[in-house]
């Protein structure tokens, strides 16, 4: 598979640091009690989409985490509970 432009890459890139923060602290709509901190964003070698890379910032070490942006099970896309639809991280800080 040959890749997108340098340049279309790095749009993505930038287009993800307007809708999540690098540094920001999150909470994961099943685990309140858990703050995770985004660390940065790659682009996945097979399909070009943007991850959200984030770890836990109690655990020592911390394991890095890698979730798609957008899509089914996406950082960005919304869960339905108790009928209502809620973000599936939310920003705390």
Known sequence: MSHSEKEQLLTKLEEAKK????????????????????????IDEDTEDVRVEYERIDENPAIPWRRKLVGIDGWLTKVEVNGQLIPRFQKVT
Request: proline share 0%; aromatic share 16%.
């Open 19 to 42: 809708q999540v923060d690098i540094g920001g602290h999150y909470v994961h709509y099943k685990h309140q009690e858990a703050i995770y901190v985004v660390t940065g964003f790659g």
